[in-house]
């Protein structure tokens, strides 16, 4: 089975730097993915790591250890559209989606 | 082009109605996926179609049935609904080649049962 733990909620300042860490066990790994959620939006899809170390997009960089069972996603000079959801997420068999139960992160001024 | 497209937006529904909810992509993504979230919660698997073809049903109850007509729609057909399957369904696609393919996502339908 796949258990997957990120914490519930998060606040930061606008500017600022804010890492949303994941851990999970799964029987197998096909990599890990991280989607942003706004509010009664679709999940939209921010990085996809299969390999260990980080990958940057932008302000966006999402990290992997693999041996660790361990994720995270950092967002820099946060914006309040960052508002938002953030969910890791692990493929199984069939592309079977297992998501952690997301990370509000809450931009205040 | 990522863009999955779900209609209707929003939907009302008595216990007794049937409806059905519509999924389109025309990405070329030959795998199609309905969840169900409520809020709060992430997204729940509930049916996979891979070229067309059921492969995965999580437990959903009879009361909500799929259907593939072609490689680009998906609908979700539903029936003598309880007031707790109110919810944001989500339709996503992928290419099915290796199992870790990126699932794009539909605005979804926000349901209630009344």
């Known amino acids: ?109 | 082009d990522t863009e999955v497209t779900q209609t209707p937006k929003h939907l009302v529904m008595g216990m007794t109605n049937k409806k059905s909810l519509k999924c389109e992509q025309h990405m070329g993504h030959r795998a199609m996926y309905w969840y169900k979230q409520k809020a709060k919660k992430p997204p729940e698997l509930m049916f996979v179609y891979s070229y067309e073809k059921l492969s995965i049903n999580e437990s959903v109850p009879s009361r909500f049935s799929p259907e593939c007509p072609n490689s680009s729609l998906l609908n979700l057909h539903l029936h003598a609904l309880q007031p707790e399957d109110s919810a944001l369904y989500l339709c996503a696609s992928s290419q099915p080649r290796t199992g870790s393919d990126t699932q794009y996502f539909g605005p979804g339908t926000r349901l209630t049962v009344l």
């Open chain 1, 1 to 109: 089975g796949q258990n997957i733990d990120q914490p519930t909620e998060m606040t930061a300042t606008e500017g600022a730097i804010v890492q949303i860490n994941c851990t999970y066990q799964t029987s197998g790994f096909n990599g890990l993915f991280w989607y942003q959620q706004h509010a009664g939006e679709a999940p939209t899809f921010l990085s996809y790591n299969v390999l260990d170390g980080l990958e940057e997009k932008g302000r966006f960089s999402s990290f992997l250890s693999r041996s660790k069972g361990y994720s995270y996603l950092l967002l820099k000079e946060l914006q309040m559209k960052d508002s938002a959801s953030y969910l890791c997420a692990v493929p199984g068999a069939g592309n079977k989606l297992t998501f952690g139960g997301g990370t509000r992160v809450l931009v205040k001024p």
